[in-house]
């Protein structure tokens, strides 16, 4: 069965600080790699994709992706208030057999201190 | 652009009424469609995923069915709510292959009274 691991937290980091949000995968074949942020009461929006070993920024935030020990991060410097959220880890493993190829993470609730 | 419409936001349905919950998505075609199902404080539960018109696959059994009657609309529908199908619905679409995740409607609240 696949699994997606993550920290349910809450994390919580000051303002202007680097954020660092961690996720394990159990499914060596998974292929691409999703950072969601959903704010409360809200849907979750894709914010970062992956799908190479080593780093991808995209302004604040640089996902990290090392398949050989199966773990993808979210980096997020200097830190605002706005990033309170939860963020969700997702993974696809699609392989052409059917249409559910991701699988989340339970989501880490990061909170941003003023 | 693609965008994808959900509705309505909110809904207050008492126990053993009927449910219908909308979806729609433009600007692609024969796109993946699936509906999750977010109780307070828990993960992402899929509940049906669809590949095409018609064709409807369920992951979780339970009193909710769904439907795919055009090519962009997605339908999830139950006979007799129970307390229990409370929680945040979504809509999310995909393309086909899903290799660059998920796009998501903006949800439907559900309370069941």
């Known amino acids: 069965q696949k699994e997606v691991e993550q920290n349910s937290g809450p994390l919580s980091v000051p303002e202007g600080a680097i954020a660092s949000l961690n996720c394990t995968y159990s499914d060596r074949v998974s292929q691409s790699f999703f950072w969601y942020r959903q704010y409360s009461g809200k849907s979750p929006e894709l914010i970062m994709s992956?799908?190479?070993?080593g780093d991808k920024e995209d302004g604040r935030f640089t996902a990290q992706l090392n398949k050989a020990s199966q773990y993808v991060s979210l980096l997020i410097r200097d830190s605002q208030p706005s990033d309170s959220a939860t963020y969700l880890c997702a993974v696809n493993t699609y392989s052409g057999g059917g249409a559910d190829g991701l699988t989340f993470g339970k989501g880490t609730h990061l909170i941003i201190q003023p | 652009s693609q965008t994808i419409h959900q509705w309505p936001a909110t809904l207050v349905q008492p126990v053993g009424s009927p449910l219908s919950l909308e979806c729609t998505v433009e600007?692609?075609?024969?796109?993946?469609l699936y509906w999750y199902r977010q109780a307070a404080g828990r993960g992402l539960q899929l509940l049906f995923y669809s590949v095409g018109i018609g064709q409807i696959s369920s992951e979780v059994p339970q009193n909710l069915s769904a439907s795919r009657p055009q090519d962009r609309q997605f339908i999830l529908s139950s006979k007799k709510l129970l307390l229990s199908d409370s929680g945040f619905y979504l809509c999310?679409?995909?393309?086909?292959?899903?290799?660059?995740?998920?796009?998501f409607g903006s949800g439907t609240r559900l309370t069941v009274v």
């Open positions: 600007g692609t075609s024969n796109p993946n």
């Open positions: 999310a679409w995909a393309r086909s292959p899903p290799n660059y995740g998920y796009t």
């Open positions: 992956i799908y190479s070993n």
